[in-house]
């Protein structure tokens, strides 16, 4: 019950904001005794789920149209997630992890500050956009985690709608934890199913919530909360470190 309840509000925060699920979720179950290769793949599946879920009641509400741009954005994004994997494990052996951290919390601090006092609407970037969503990629591949701040972040500066990139991220995301899940069972891991089934339904129950507050919410009240979770999001990684 309470893994359940710890899922539920994760992933409400995730579903509504387009970030924060495996940022916020991950630690707190390590703290709880949890060892990470129990909780790794739990997360994944719970997310992986909760992702497409969220992506099509996102659609059916109308805060996101994948059709059109959208559409490509969403292809883009989901193309570099398994790209950034590969990429990532290339290049693991030869970069410090601490730095990598270090330097995704500070894009993230930026990008949350930008968002809260930007003065003007960018137009959109398909450049702005590919390096974005590269670098989310990669980071998720090599480190596991950040991928919702600089997607959701990365889309905002790329000029896309808040809620047209929260609902596009949920389902990069959920692409992306499937891949991963994916590669870890082929490699031998298992999924430990007392974790997951109570991380499984308490998420899955927050995502109805989270898609009627962000069609619900005002679009430049909902930027702001947005910018402020990239911030305390970009803060809590450094404090991790």
């Keep these: ?142 480190s596991g985690g950040g991928y919702g701040p600089l997607v959701t972040g990365g889309q905002l500066m790329a000029g896309n709608g808040v809620r047209s990139s929260i609902g596009v991220t949920s389902l990069a995301e959920g692409v992306t934890c499937a891949v991963g899940l994916g590669a870890f069972l082929l490699a031998g891991g298992r999924l430990d199913l007392r974790l997951a089934v109570p991380l499984f339904i308490g998420a899955l129950l927050s995502v109805p919530l989270a898609v009627f507050i962000v069609r619900r919410v005002h679009e430049v009240a909902e930027r702001r909360l947005v910018g402020l979770a990239m911030l305390a999001l970009g803060i809590l990684m450094v404090a991790r470190l």
């Design 1 to 142: 019950m309470i893994l359940a309840a710890i899922a539920f509000v994760a992933e409400f925060i995730d579903s509504s904001l387009g970030m924060g699920y495996g940022t916020t979720l991950t630690p707190i179950l390590l703290m709880l005794g949890y060892e990470p290769l129990v909780v790794v793949p739990a997360v994944l599946c719970s997310e992986l789920a909760t992702g497409l879920l969220a992506a099509a009641l996102h659609h059916r509400a109308g805060n996101v149209r994948f059709v059109g741009r959208e559409l490509g954005v969403a292809g883009m994004l989901c193309g570099l997630s398994v790209v950034g994997a590969v990429a990532a494990v290339s290049v693991a052996v030869s970069i410090p992890g601490v730095w990598l951290k270090v330097w995704i919390a500070a894009v993230v601090i930026c990008m949350g500050v930008l968002t809260l006092f930007r003065r003007r609407e960018y137009r959109f970037s398909w450049g702005r956009l590919a390096a974005f969503g590269a670098l989310a990629a990669f980071n998720k591949g090599l």
